[in-house]
């Protein structure tokens, strides 16, 4: 170093750092610029300038293409059970044992500069630093999701953003794309219910929605689904009360994570497992496979394994919350990829958005290098800031040994064997029933079927008539009484036919 002494991001507020140019020239004023005279041209030889407008021309990186907006922080998770007899994942071994983590909230339809208060599921996303690498959690704050084929992801997702001529949300689009994937229903329940506007992201849940399984070093395994419970308890905005806050204070969620923390008033989750042996998932009554259902807790008990706590805020925003880049696929040893085909999509999706989103040696940007990690094959490109392993030979040389830890394969127990197929599951009364299900839930508590109506009303109500229509023999598909009552309220609403409005608006939150 030669103008400071200390790489600029260990340079406390209290030191004094002598200002430079970017490549370490001091500069005598930040804002004073090179002209010929007092009012002639700029000279091209002001290398402070250029640098400073060429580096601002650049400030922008490509958003995330789902989950733009988000918050995120620093946090720890601890063993509080022993669940050794399940798994051989490091982080798992012992009662007591700590891993550092941070972790990423999010809406999902939304750019970056929108609401976090809109009716969305919420992203739910945590990086494990561990002994054996790090470990993504990607999850929801809902148990289960939209779609079970992968290829409907990026359909469905262009229906819950903007109308490709108008700019617009568009609530026909959403409604229509929903009426006729009707395997959506149990999704729609938790986004319509209140628990599509949280409070705020401290008073929510996560679930992997995915199965995945845990094995042993001997091939034996179960098959997991992991639950985070809020400490803070479950805690939601009324339609209302989550749109008065977006015209109020489009970033509370990201505040009140801030806020809190920065006070010591640290969210905490309990985290539990629900566990299927193969010869259990066989006979269960819903596909382990399918991303629509849930495991219902009464027949698959929530195993509690430990807390996770989140007590430390960023630096700094973009480095660690923007750059930060999770991956279904990032996993650990003791921890594998059930054959669920949305989960299999996701594995190549990720970190395919992250190298096109942040570069292709995006694992080497602080906040994604794991503990340890030796590849010596994955040598230059972009952005290669890690000493890009020296002199080490960038392929398996007989001159320079490495460790090979074994890797015993889990045994088998779904054998594949078949023609290649196009596939494409089909809806059948099956899809409606975990659907009534939650309906029940929200009729044991006080007013909550009421809201659902009016917060289904007041964005059907945008669509147009025929896809309004579709939409009420869906919901009553789940529920006779349900039709009829959102068939009702949402006419009330509705733009009288022929309207300028009819069709076109804007949905509502
Ligand atoms: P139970 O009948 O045993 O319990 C109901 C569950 O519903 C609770 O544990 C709670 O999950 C969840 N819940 C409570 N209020 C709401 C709400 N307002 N919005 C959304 N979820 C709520 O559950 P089952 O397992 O038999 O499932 C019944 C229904 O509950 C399902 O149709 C499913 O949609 C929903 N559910 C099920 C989950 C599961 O993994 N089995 C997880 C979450 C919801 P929690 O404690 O996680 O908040
Ligand atoms: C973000 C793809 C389904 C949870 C993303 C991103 C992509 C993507 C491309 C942007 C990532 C980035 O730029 O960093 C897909 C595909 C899916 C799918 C192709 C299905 C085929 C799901 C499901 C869940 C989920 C089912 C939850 C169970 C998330 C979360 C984020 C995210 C939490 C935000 C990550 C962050 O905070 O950076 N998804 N997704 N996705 N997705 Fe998915």
């Not at 982080?91 to 941070?102: D, E, N, R, W």
């Not at 030979?393 to 088998?412: E, G, I």
Request: overall charge neutral; hydrophobic content about 35%.
């Amino acid at each position: 170093m030669v103008a400071n002494d200390a790489p600029a991001s260990t340079l406390k507020y209290s030191e004094k750092p002598v200002y430079t140019a970017s490549n370490g020239c001091p500069v005598a004023d930040p804002e004073a610029f090179q002209r010929v005279g007092s009012n002639g041209p700029l000279l091209l030889q002001d290398f402070h300038l250029i640098d400073l407008l060429a580096h601002f021309d650049r400030e922008r990186i490509p958003e995330r293409v789902v989950h733009a907006k988000g918050a995120g922080a620093y946090g720890e998770f601890v063993v509080t059970h022993d669940v050794t007899d399940l798994t051989s994942i490091d982080m798992l071994s012992s009662v007591g044992k700590k891993t550092p983590c941070i972790a990423r909230f999010s809406t999902v339809g939304g750019e970056k500069g929108s609401s976090d208060t809109a009716r969305d599921p919420r992203g739910f996303s945590i990086k494990f630093y561990t002994d054996e690498g790090n470990w993504d959690w990607v999850y929801n704050n809902t148990p289960v999701f939209f779609i079970r084929d992968p290829t409907k992801f990026p359909l469905f997702i262009h229906t819950q953003k903007r109308n490709p001529q108008t700019n617009l949300k568009d609530a026909t689009m959403f409604w229509d794309y929903l009426s006729t994937h009707q395997e959506a229903i149990h999704q729609v329940m938790h986004l319509f219910s209140d628990r599509g506007t949280p409070y705020s992201y401290r008073h929510m849940n996560g679930y992997s929605g995915h199965t995945h399984k845990w094995t042993k070093p001997d091939g034996t395994f179960n098959y997991v689904q992991v639950h985070l419970k809020t400490d803070q308890g479950s805690k939601t905005f009324t339609n209302e009360e989550a749109g008065k806050m977006a015209a109020e204070n489009p970033d509370w969620n990201t505040q009140d994570l801030f806020d809190a923390i920065s006070k010591g008033d640290y969210p905490s989750w309990t985290v539990y497992v629900q566990v299927l042996s193969p010869e259990q998932a066989e006979k269960f009554r819903w596909n382990i496979f399918d991303l629509t259902k849930v495991w219902p807790q009464k027949e698959v008990p929530l195993r509690p394994v430990g807390k996770w706590t989140l007590n430390k805020n960023v630096e700094n925003y973009f480095a660690e919350i923007e750059q930060v880049a999770f991956s279904p696929s990032h996993l650990v040893p003791g921890v594998e990829p059930s054959a669920d085909p949305v989960l299999q999509s996701r594995l190549f999706s990720y970190p395919d958005t992250h190298r096109h989103r942040l570069g292709v040696n995006y694992q080497q940007i602080p906040v994604n290098a794991p503990l340890r990690a030796f590849n010596p094959y994955l040598r230059d490109g972009a952005m290669a800031v890690n000493g890009n392993y020296g002199a080490n030979p960038n392929y398996p040389s007989s001159y320079r040994s490495l460790t090979y830890k074994p890797v015993k394969a889990t045994n088998d127990h779904e054998k594949w064997a078949g023609a290649a197929v196009s596939f494409l599951s089909e809806v059948t009364p099956e899809d409606y029933v975990q659907a009534k299900g939650l309906w029940d839930v929200l009729g044991k508590q006080p007013g909550q079927q009421d809201n659902f109506v009016g917060n289904v009303a007041g964005h059907l109500s945008a669509a147009k008539e025929d896809t309004r229509k579709r939409t009420y023999e869906m919901f009553g598909r789940v529920d006779k009484e349900l039709g009829s009552r959102i068939a009702t309220e949402t006419e009330k609403l509705a733009p009288a036919p022929g309207s300028r409005a009819a069709g076109s608006a804007q949905a509502r939150i």
